[in-house]
């Protein structure tokens, strides 16, 4: 049996591919930069979107919840999952950072954000998040059903707590083109504003100079006028020179524009608002309230939406998943000043649609006797009937 013949070629990795350079998460753009995780994080547009989406999903309390025959949900106080999402993942994570690192993954790395859950007698002791490099992911090209493997090692993926992008692809990974012309123009702004971009102007002599004295002529100039305590100093010129001072041109003064432009990029790719990355040009107290409101509908939510599910589907044994979900509080993002959360619920109570307990919860404050009734305080006589039961004590 003859196999089909075939040759044998070396690639020097001194000129790397563009799949190359993937491997390693470094990845050539049309602007000719190359953009990795790293680097992206150090354009302040791209941090900044990055830290208030992971950062606002971990600021936000986690309850497990159990859902009633009546479709219900009441708290789960007590359940054994909730001290690593509350108080600490692992002996060296705090939840917080458990939460926020995961999302922060599922931001920047296309693999997306992936946990180990360490279980021991079926009961979890810890949650591990390891380096990227370690954690491999494999779909099936059938079903798209996906295997683990950490340092090579399979891993059950009931063991593995997997939050994924849209597209399966992160969102700084479809930016890259648009956060590698970010530091293209970050780049240029440094150069454009450094003393070897553009000189100030130009001494021009009517006479030929030879070296010598044009040396002499330059360092006289640097000496009277480039000083740090130079400045306002009246400049003397001598044999006919003259100073021409050299202006921006039109592609320049329209540079900071450009810089701005890439920031509203920035902000669709991650669907964050202008505003929230400090690009305030539009910005006004009533739109700014109303993106406030778009960023927890059509940002975030999706985001702890697809983190619910990741857990649940992770941290929940198979008998517990029916009846119990795992919901991350989203009043805390939603709260309004004291005085409006007072006439709020003030409102409420007396519709009669909660009680004076489930009102005294909502401000944090425990419950009181005979507040689970629902009463309406402006025309009840209910509390004038207590004052005889305290003149007793």
């Keep these: 049996m003859r196999l089909w013949p075939f040759t044998l070629t070396r690639k020097s990795v001194a000129y790397p591919t563009p799949d190359e350079l993937a491997l390693f998460g470094i990845v050539p753009t049309a602007s000719g930069v190359a953009v990795s995780a790293d680097a992206a994080l150090r354009v302040p547009a791209v941090g900044s979107a990055v830290r208030i989406i992971s950062e606002a999903a971990a600021s936000l309390d986690v309850t497990v919840k159990r ?38 993954d599922a931001l ?46 399979p891993v059950p993926a009931r063991d593995v707590i997997h939050l994924r992008a849209p597209f399966g692809r992160a969102p700084l990974s479809l930016a890259r083109e ?6 293209v123009l970050e780049g240029h702004a440094v150069k454009l504003f450094s003393r070897g971009a553009r000189p ?62 890439q920031i509203l990029e920035i902000a669709r790719a991650f669907r964050v608002p202008p505003s929230m990355l400090f690009e305030l040009d ?44 795992i919901r991350f509080d989203r009043d805390d ?22 009680n004076n307990n489930e009102g005294r919860d909502w401000l944090g404050l425990p419950p009181r006797a005979g507040g689970d009734e629902y009463l309406n305080p402006n025309i009840s006589a209910a ?11």
């Design 200 to 261: 100030s102007g130009a001494l021009s002599f009517p006479k030929g100079m030879g070296e010598e004295a044009v040396k002499k002529a330059r360092a006289a100039w640097r000496t009277a006028h480039e000083g740090d305590d130079t400045g306002g100093r009246t400049a003397i010129l001598y044999d006919g020179a003259t100073f021409q001072p050299l202006t921006f041109n039109s592609t320049d003064a329209q540079f900071l524009e450009n810089r701005k432009f």
């Design 108 to 153: 920047c790395d296309d693999r997306g954000g992936l946990a180990f859950v360490n279980r021991s007698g079926g009961r979890v002791v810890e949650l591990i998040r390891y380096r990227p490099g370690l954690f491999t992911v494999e779909y099936d090209q059938a079903t798209n059903e996906p295997s683990y493997l950490i340092n090579g090692r």
């Design 178 to 183: 648009v956060i590698g012309l970010a530091l």
């Design 282 to 325: 539009r910005a006004t107290w009533s739109n700014t309230e109303q993106m406030g409101r778009e960023f927890l509908v059509y940002c975030l939510e999706p985001w702890l939406r697809a983190l619910e599910g990741a857990l649940r589907r992770a941290l929940l044994g198979d008998d517990e998943r029916a009846d119990h979900v």
């Design 333 to 354: 993002l939603t709260r309004a000043d004291l005085s409006t959360r007072a006439t709020v619920i003030n409102s409420l109570i007396a519709s009669r649609t909660i």
């Design 67 to 104: 859902i009633g025959t009546d479709g219900q949900e009441t708290a789960a106080a007590g359940h054994d999952v909730l001290p690593f999402l509350r108080d600490a993942a692992n002996d060296w994570t705090s939840g917080f950072e458990f939460i926020r690192d995961l999302v922060i």
């Design 383 to 393: 509390p004038a009937a207590e004052e005889p039961a305290r003149a007793a004590e």
